[in-house]
């Protein structure tokens, strides 16, 4: 290291000893102290890891919370950023905040913003990228889906020698001729051929080669499954790693099979079956062997606004975070499958992490919850207008639907709720209030999840 360099380490790492001594958290101030001294900390900071990151559009966080589980089996020394905070000062203060280690290389599994890809590699040529999707989000950001995609490979373009673990079921990373090697994983759970479209708003059905519509054998949710382009032949890459078999399905939980191997995951939902299937496909590539990956999946750690289910005063409160309508209409699918009775809690910001472009709740299948016929919904939050409009336009009647703005007397009213179980659906920056006021009156440790 420089003098330059040793001494933003420091500051930097005094900074967190102090933020998370004191005030109990802190992931991205360090990271901008220690930047602003040194730009180029990285460089210094992450030049004796295998990094792998993890990006794309949803399932960053959970893909790379089992990955970290999945390579421990393995290995003693893996460092992430395990709270989400994945700009380009919170993987400084990831590094910053690392222990000690005697291994020659530990790993590093890097949950990274699509736009800081190439933040991250103008200083570390990572081992491998993990793609997980691309959906529309938080457009005022990063614009349609190419767009974001192409942020993506800027990055990539400064480690061609890295292996891209891929979404295979994902057309548009098959779009493009790179010269990385790739590993692509999907589901291969269907023996029936069907030749089907996906639905007429869906993003990224348009073949790269002659922009006609695909067409699929199957599609699991939005534009992913095993698609074909009947005008040119483009069609779904092999897949080196599959789901191969589909099994019960709860709120809670998933059983699945990858390569014939029989799986089970501790939370709920198709789309997070992807999530594992990525950290199975990381883990293969590290040598960790099925019946460790068995092992790994089969710990039930709850991760940071991802269905974590927190007790308040008697009443099963699951939090999840939402930011899209893929993402939003798929929490939606699984928590419909819910057997017990459940009250709906819909918080929703527009700050700059959230995306200030709330147009999207419109996109989302809120008519769905209509039809539930849930005894009691919420709607909250800086923009809780915007929501509870478009709660009322999807039919939830008014005598069930309470409107409450500030975030304390949501906590409160759930307390009053009638259901034993209740689903806080929330943006990012709503579900950092909520588990603030959760922290402050002691129902977690953290409000970070840290």
Same mark, same amino acid.
């Given at each position: 290291?420089?003098?330059?360099?040793?001494?933003?380490?420091?500051?930097?790492?005094?900074?967190?000893?102090?933020?998370?001594?004191?005030?109990?958290?802190g992931?991205?101030?360090?990271?901008?102290? +220690?930047t602003? =001294?040194?730009?180029?900390?990285?460089k210094?900071?992450?030049?004796?890891?295998?990094?792998?990151?993890?990006t794309?559009?949803?399932? @960053?966080?959970? /893909?790379?919370?089992?990955?970290v589980?999945?390579l421990?089996?393995k290995?003693d020394?893996?460092?992430?950023?395990?709270?989400?905070?994945?700009?380009?000062?919170?993987?400084v203060?990831?590094f910053l905040?690392?222990?000690?280690?005697?291994?020659k290389?530990?790993?590093?599994?890097?949950?990274?913003?699509? %736009?800081n890809? =190439? @933040?991250?590699?103008?200083?570390i040529?990572?081992?491998?990228?993990?793609?997980?999707?691309?959906?529309?989000?938080?457009?005022?950001?990063?614009?349609?889906?190419?767009?974001?995609y192409q942020?993506?490979?800027?990055?990539?373009a400064?480690?061609p020698?890295?292996?891209?673990?891929?979404?295979?079921?994902?057309? *548009?990373?098959?779009?493009?001729?790179?010269?990385?090697?790739? &590993?692509?994983?999907?589901?291969?759970?269907?023996?029936?051929?069907?030749?089907?479209?996906?639905?007429?708003?869906?993003?990224?059905?348009?073949?790269?080669n002659?922009?006609?519509?695909?067409h699929?054998?199957? &599609? /699991?949710?939005?534009?992913l499954?095993?698609y074909?382009c009947?005008?040119?032949?483009?069609?779904?890459?092999?897949?080196?790693?599959?789901? +191969?078999?589909?099994?019960k399905?709860?709120?809670?939980?998933?059983?699945?099979?990858?390569?014939?191997?029989?799986?089970?995951?501790? =939370?709920?939902?198709?789309?997070?079956?992807?999530?594992?299937?990525?950290?199975?496909?990381?883990?293969?590539f590290?040598?960790?062997?099925p019946a460790?990956?068995?092992?790994a999946?089969?710990?039930?750690?709850?991760v940071?606004?991802?269905?974590?289910?927190i007790?308040v005063?008697? @009443?099963?409160?699951?939090?999840i975070?939402?930011?899209n309508?893929?993402?939003?209409n798929?929490v939606?699918?699984?928590?419909?499958?819910?057997?017990?009775?459940?009250?709906?809690v819909?918080?929703?910001?527009?700050?700059?992490?959230?995306? &200030?472009?709330?147009?999207w709740?419109?996109?989302?299948?809120?008519?769905?919850?209509?039809a539930?016929?849930?005894? %009691?919904? *919420? /709607?909250?939050?800086?923009?809780?207008?915007?929501?509870?409009?478009?709660?009322?336009?999807?039919?939830?009647?008014s005598?069930?639907?309470?409107?409450?703005?500030?975030?304390? @007397?949501?906590?409160?009213?759930?307390?009053q709720?009638?259901?034993?179980?209740?689903?806080?659906?929330? /943006?990012?920056?709503?579900?950092?209030q909520?588990?603030?006021?959760l922290?402050?009156?002691?129902?977690?440790?953290?409000?970070?999840?840290?």
């Open positions: 290291m420089t003098l330059r360099s040793e001494i933003a380490s420091l500051a930097g790492k005094s900074s967190y000893w102090f933020l998370h001594t004191f005030f109990k958290g992931s991205s101030l360090p990271g901008k102290i +220690t602003k =001294i040194d730009p180029d900390i990285l210094h900071l992450g030049q004796n890891y295998e990094v792998v990151i993890v794309g559009t949803n399932g @960053k966080t959970l /893909t790379t919370a089992l990955t589980r999945v421990q089996q290995y020394d893996v460092l992430t950023n395990p709270t989400g905070s994945n700009m380009e000062q919170g993987i203060t990831t905040r690392a222990p000690k280690t005697k291994a290389k530990p790993i590093a599994i890097l949950e990274v913003d699509e %736009a890809v =190439i @933040k991250v590699t103008q200083y040529k990572p081992k491998a990228f993990v793609f997980t999707n691309i959906f529309r989000d938080q457009m005022d950001r990063y614009g349609e889906i190419y767009t974001t942020k993506i490979i800027d990055g990539v400064l480690a020698d890295a292996t891209i673990i891929a979404n295979g079921d994902a057309p *548009i990373f098959h779009s493009k001729d790179l010269p990385n090697p790739i &590993i692509y994983y999907g589901f291969n759970h269907q023996d029936q051929i069907q030749d089907i479209k996906a639905k007429a708003n869906t993003d990224g059905v348009l073949c790269p002659c922009q006609h519509i695909l699929y054998h199957f &599609i /699991t949710y939005s534009n499954g095993s074909f009947p005008n040119c032949g483009f069609s779904r890459p092999e897949l080196t790693y599959a789901v +191969t078999q589909l099994g399905m709860t709120p809670k939980n998933s059983q699945f099979d990858i390569d014939g191997h029989p799986y089970k995951i501790e =939370i709920g939902g198709l789309y997070n079956i992807y999530n594992a299937l990525a950290a199975y496909a990381v883990g293969r590290f040598g960790v062997s460790q990956i068995d092992q999946f089969s710990e039930d750690k709850k940071f606004g991802r269905q974590e289910e007790n005063d008697g @009443k099963a409160v699951t939090l975070l939402v930011k309508p893929v993402g939003l798929q939606l699918d699984m928590i419909e499958t819910d057997s017990a009775p459940f009250s709906f819909g918080l929703l910001n527009a700050n700059y992490a959230d995306g &200030i472009d709330t147009s709740i419109w996109d989302g299948n809120f008519e769905k919850l209509a539930l016929n849930l005894p %009691a919904y *919420i /709607t909250g939050g800086e923009r809780y207008k915007d929501i509870t409009f478009r709660l009322k336009v999807a039919g939830v009647p005598d069930k639907h309470e409107i409450v703005p500030e975030l304390p @007397k949501v906590l409160e009213k759930i307390k709720l009638p259901t034993q179980h209740v689903y806080v659906l929330a /943006t990012y920056t709503a579900v950092l909520l588990r603030k006021l922290a402050d009156q002691g129902y977690i440790k953290e409000g970070m999840g840290q």
